[in-house]
């Protein structure tokens, strides 16, 4: 459990790393992000908002385990703080972790929903990172079997125990010892009790050195913990740093689309019909020394411009003059 709480806490600290203490209590909690649901696309990009994956789907955590005779079925590893706690349960050696938390209310809650197995004894783990959301708890159900025997707390608790039955053996042996004292013609080492005693004496030496091996394990797993989660904030925090490269950019692109522009429009009419216009256009952004838009164009006269309407007038002014020519030619 101290494991899972060093990952939490080097994965939060990452996060809040850059606040200003001298703002503390004077700025809103928070962005105003809905965690879970709002998605970069609101925001810029394509992602859910805390979510490492860069495809719009929940990850689920699968792997086949070294040995390669089982796998590893460890539920979601989509939001970061979630994912962390599930490397860190794979790398410990866990095959099976469930999610179940009715609360969650992001839009992948039906994978949060699923009930838990009755035929299994489980152990509860507790975490923050609920929907990507650093001030919810979210829970984890793994192994009790597992758990006794990979978590330190497990662990902590079996050195207990075999403490306690050091403690009785060298309680027994030193009962041992004093009716040894007393007995007569008890000397020979091939009588019972001799034997007895140098059997317990053997079982003391190989449980000493198999306790220092245990513990010499532990120090070095947790060592190489840390060093394996100092690597993995780093290569999270360069992500980051790309992530809020291409938003900048996206940025710089977006305000040259609203600035206002100076723009040049050339039009080639094919076709002059009473009641369309057929015909090309290209036109040119000179504020930013580039082609803008070009096309084919049609436009479908729906009333008669000035044009057409002097020469509907001169056409009835022809046919009236023309009707008096008539006349005249025919009084001839």
Do not use: C, H
């Amino acid at each position: 459990m101290k494991k899972l709480l060093a990952v939490i806490a080097v994965v939060l600290l990452s996060r809040f790393s850059f606040a200003d203490p001298s703002n503390i209590g004077t700025q809103p909690p928070s962005a105003g992000w809905n965690f879970g649901n709002v998605t970069y696309g609101q925001e810029g990009g394509s992602l859910i908002l805390n979510s490492l994956s860069d495809r719009y789907g929940i990850a689920q955590f699968q792997t086949a385990n070294t040995n390669g005779q089982s796998t590893q079925l460890l539920g979601t590893n989509d939001y970061i703080e979630e994912n962390a706690v599930k490397n860190q349960l794979a790398i410990d050696g866990y095959t099976k972790a469930y999610d179940f938390n009715p609360n969650s209310q992001s839009i992948y809650n039906g994978v949060y929903t699923n009930p838990l197995p009755t035929n299994v004894p489980l152990t509860e783990l507790s975490f923050m990172g609920l929907d990507g959301d650093p001030t919810k708890i979210q829970n984890v159900w793994v192994p009790t079997s597992e758990y006794n025997a990979l978590s330190a707390q497990g662990q902590a608790a079996g050195i207990s125990s075999l403490n306690t039955g050091l403690a009785t053996t060298n309680s027994q042996v030193n009962t041992n010892t004093a009716g040894i004292s007393s007995i007569n013609n008890m000397s020979d080492p091939t009588t019972v009790l001799n034997r007895a005693v140098n059997g317990n004496t053997v079982a003391i030496a190989n449980e000493t050195v198999r306790a220092t091996t245990a513990e010499n394990s532990l120090y070095t797993g947790l060592n190489n913990e840390t060093a394996r989660a100092q690597g993995a904030e780093a290569g999270l925090q360069n992500q980051v740093n790309a992530t809020n490269s291409k938003v900048a950019n996206l940025d710089n692109r977006v305000d040259k689309l609203e600035q206002v522009k100076a723009m040049v429009d050339m039009n080639v009419r094919i076709l002059d019909a009473k009641k369309y216009t057929v015909g090309f256009f290209d036109t040119w952004d000179v504020s930013n020394g580039r082609n803008f838009a070009f096309g084919a164009r049609l436009t479908y006269k729906l009333g008669s411009s000035y044009e057409e309407r002097q020469l509907e007038k001169q056409q009835k002014q022809i046919e009236a003059l023309q009707r008096v020519l008539t006349k005249i030619a025919d009084q001839n």
